[in-house]
């Protein structure tokens, strides 16, 4: 037989899209280690993943938005390719047993094969910014006051480094709401809500805005509540209240480098510590 006249068989494929909470427990592991987490799993879980071919055969597991180190998530999607198809009901039922403290699995859809990829549909996010002190410690007029000034500026530089190269772009125009949303006495915590885009290339981070209010040497938590994305109507209706911003439209013009040329901070504003960059921000640089 000639080797065209040859039939290729395709193993019938399942792609399933995973809803979880990533908490306390786990938050200090880098996304790498994440994505091992999850491969085991599915391992232990005994379930079929299939792996993409080549000399380092890598899983189909794939995160609709990476989580910087020290961030939690309440409400985190990714999506694996199972070969032969399982029923959902079965997966949910074995990755239960098989997932480790930290990790609470909400829920498990099958989605068609050719979806568009999560990270490509990602439009914004919804953060909670939780700070631990009391209020003599942070008084809540100062939480207040730091943020109507933040958010009364028309540039806020930040730097980021991207496959070893630094560039700095303003972090301002991708910080759609911030406010307070006050203290929790039984759990000693203070705890304001943001709201950000995030689009390739422009993406506004927890992690700095924390640090842009002169908050960042508090003991404090981050966690994101919620993403948005393009083909769901109910996010693209709520996202078309804020302007899209591209790229360009947040890069430093020639010139702008640096701590060095940043606006100095007046009396009682806080001061950006872009230089002294946090594990947050280096382990957030490759996700955006």
């Given at each position: 037989m000639?080797?065209?006249?040859?039939?290729?068989?395709?193993?019938p494929r399942q792609r399933v899209r995973i809803r979880y909470g990533k908490g306390e427990a786990i938050k200090f592991i880098s996304h790498h280690d994440e994505f091992r987490l999850w491969e085991r799993a599915l391992r232990r879980a005994d379930l079929p993943l299939l792996y993409k071919q080549g000399f380092n055969?890598?899983?189909?597991?794939?995160f609709a938005a990476p989580l910087g180190v020290g961030i939690t998530g309440d409400n985190e999607l990714l999506d694996i390719i199972l070969s032969p198809p399982t029923p959902t009901t079965e997966v949910v039922e074995r990755l239960r047993a098989a997932l480790p403290t930290g990790v609470t699995l909400h829920a498990v859809d099958e989605v068609p094969l050719t979806a568009t990829a999560l990270q490509n549909l990602i439009i914004g996010a919804d953060y909670t910014i939780i700070l631990f002190a009391e209020p003599h410690e942070i008084a809540t007029g100062l939480i207040e006051g730091r943020?109507?000034?933040?958010?009364?500026?028309?540039?806020?530089?930040?730097?980021?480094?991207?496959?070893?190269r630094r560039y700095t772009y303003n972090?301002?125009?991708?910080?759609?709401?911030?406010?307070?949303?006050?203290?929790?006495?039984?759990?000693?915590?203070?705890?304001?809500?943001l709201r950000v885009q995030m689009r390739s290339g422009a993406t506004g981070?927890?992690?700095e805005v924390v640090d842009a209010l002169g908050f960042?040497?508090?003991?404090?938590t981050l966690r994101r509540d919620r993403l948005y994305f393009a083909d769901d109507e109910e996010d693209v209706a709520l996202m078309s209240r804020y302007p899209t911003i591209l790229q360009e439209q947040i890069a430093a013009?020639?010139?702008?480098r640096g701590d060095s040329l940043r606006t100095p901070a007046a009396s009682g504003e806080p001061i950006l510590h872009s230089g002294q960059r946090t594990i947050n921000e280096r382990a957030g640089d490759e996700f955006v």
């Open positions: 000639l080797e065209e006249d040859k039939e290729v068989t395709v193993a055969p890598q899983p189909h597991i794939q943020i109507e000034t933040l958010l009364q500026r028309e540039t806020v530089w930040r730097e980021r480094e991207r496959k070893g972090l301002r125009p991708l910080i759609f709401e911030l406010r307070y949303l006050g203290y929790d006495v039984a759990a000693e915590e203070h705890r304001i809500f981070r927890p992690d960042d040497d508090f003991a404090r013009p020639p010139g702008v």
